[in-house]
C-alpha cells in the first residue's frame, strides 16, 4: 500500500491542525495504521494509531488530549486532528501502516509497520 501525507504546514502556537493520509488502497480491516514524527536531533516519535477494526486506538504521552486519529474507510484516509499545538510539536509527521492477525493491536514502535508515507512537515512558531 502507498500513503501520501498532507496538510503540513506553518501553525501558530495555541493552534489547530488536521493531518491526512490518503492510502492507495481500501485499509479498514486489512491495516493498523498511525502517525509518527521525528523532529531534528530528536528520536522517532510514536503519535498514535487505530487497530484494523477501527474499535482501539492508542496514542502517545505527549500528544494525549490534543491529537485525534479517525480514519475514514470509505476514502481510505487516515486523519490527525491536532489542536493546542506548541513549538515541540514541531516534525515530520509520517503515516504508516502495518498488518497483523490481530483486530486489535496498534502497535508502538516502528517495527510494527511496513509501510510509510514520505510526510509532511509540521511547525509551530513561538
Known amino acids: 500500500v502507498q500513503l501520501v501525507e498532507s496538510g503540513g504546514t506553518l501553525v501558530q502556537t495555541g493552534g489547530s491542525l488536521t493531518l491526512s493520509c490518503v492510502a492507495s488502497?481500501?485499509?479498514?480491516?486489512?491495516?493498523?495504521m498511525a502517525w509518527f514524527r521525528r523532529a531534528p536531533g530528536k528520536a522517532e516519535e510514536f503519535i498514535g494509531g487505530?487497530?484494523?477494526?477501527?474499535?482501539?486506538?492508542s496514542y502517545g504521552e505527549s500528544v494525549k488530549g490534543r491529537f485525534t486519529i479517525s480514519r475514514d474507510s470509505t476514502r481510505g484516509r487516515l486523519t490527525l486532528q491536532m489542536t493546542l499545538l506548541t513549538p515541540e510539536d514541531t516534525a515530520r509527521y509520517y503515516c504508516?501502516?502495518?498488518?497483523?492477525?490481530?483486530?486489535?493491536?496498534?502497535?508502538?514502535?516502528?517495527?510494527?509497520?511496513?509501510?510509510w508515507g514520505q510526510g509532511t512537515q509540521v511547525t509551530v512558531s513561538s
Open positions: 504508516a501502516a502495518g498488518q497483523t492477525s490481530s483486530l486489535y493491536n496498534v502497535p508502538s514502535t516502528r517495527s510494527g509497520y511496513l509501510y
Open positions: 487505530i487497530s484494523r477494526n477501527d474499535v482501539h486506538r
Open positions: 488502497e481500501f485499509t479498514s480491516n486489512r491495516y493498523h
